[in-house]
């Protein structure tokens, strides 16, 4: 699987959208980008996932360049629970999928 | 309720006593996953599996060890071998050649003194 690259960490104030982005200047034409995030002490959570175009639900949105070598995901309006560790990964989804994660961004929402 | 569950959340045990961590899943995943996690790090894959009776080490095998007689289980050994098993400990599941994401449980917390 390709690797990621994330900045260590944000800061985004309650309310406002929180912009999230991550590199994977490797991926391949077939492998998925997966958002996951992590609240302290507990199992990842999924987000979204996309593999061109660019996808929302009721959580957050996706957006990936034309070019597939970055992605950004949007959390629209922050509170205080998206306070977490977001995870951008790729997967290839056949009989090779180890499925890796990096260090994340930790996200910090304020008051 | 489908979903995936590890057992116990809190363990403790001695140095050099191996311990095993239980991963068990209802959703009918193909996949299951390792990983471990140390304090304010990301994720790191121990084993994973994509079918049963085999099983592909991840970047830190060392120290562990893993079985998968059945699809719904996914039991991680601790062993002595292990320099710093101290750590939380995640499981999680997936299905394979599907656009779906994978399930992670909630964590087993690991302290050996």
């Known amino acids: 699987d390709a690797k990621t690259t994330q900045p260590t960490s944000m800061d985004c104030a309650e309310g406002r959208a929180a912009n999230l982005p991550c590199n994977h200047s490797?991926?391949?034409?077939?492998?998925?980008v997966y958002w996951y995030r992590q609240i302290h002490s507990q199992g990842p959570q999924y987000i979204i996932h996309g593999l061109k175009n660019n996808e929302t639900n009721e959580m957050a949105s996706l957006i990936i360049t034309e070019d597939r070598k970055s992605s950004t995901l949007i959390l629209p309006h922050a509170t205080l629970r998206d306070t977490a560790v977001y995870y951008c990964?790729?997967?290839?989804?056949?009989?090779?999928?180890?499925?890796?994660f990096g260090a994340g961004t930790r996200l910090t929402v304020k008051p | 309720d489908g979903g995936i569950t590890q057992s116990p959340k809190y363990l403790f045990r001695k140095e050099g006593q191996n311990v095993t961590l239980s991963c068990e899943q209802n959703?009918?995943?193909?996949?299951m996953y390792w990983y471990r996690q140390d304090p304010g790090q990301g994720l790191r894959l121990i084993y994973y599996s994509q079918i049963v009776n085999d099983f592909q080490k991840g970047d830190i095998a060392e120290g562990y060890s893993v079985s998968r007689e059945k699809k719904e289980s996914f039991p991680l050994t601790v062993t002595s071998a292990q320099k710093n098993p101290t750590a939380f400990y995640l499981c999680?599941?997936?299905?394979?050649?599907?656009?779906?994401?994978?399930?992670f449980g909630q964590g087993t917390r690991l302290t050996v003194v």
């Open positions: 959703l009918n995943h193909d996949a």
């Open positions: 990964i790729v997967r290839l989804l056949d009989n090779n999928n180890d499925m890796r």
């Open positions: 999680a599941s997936s299905l394979l050649y599907r656009n779906t994401e994978a399930f």
């Open positions: 490797t991926i391949s034409g077939n492998e998925y």
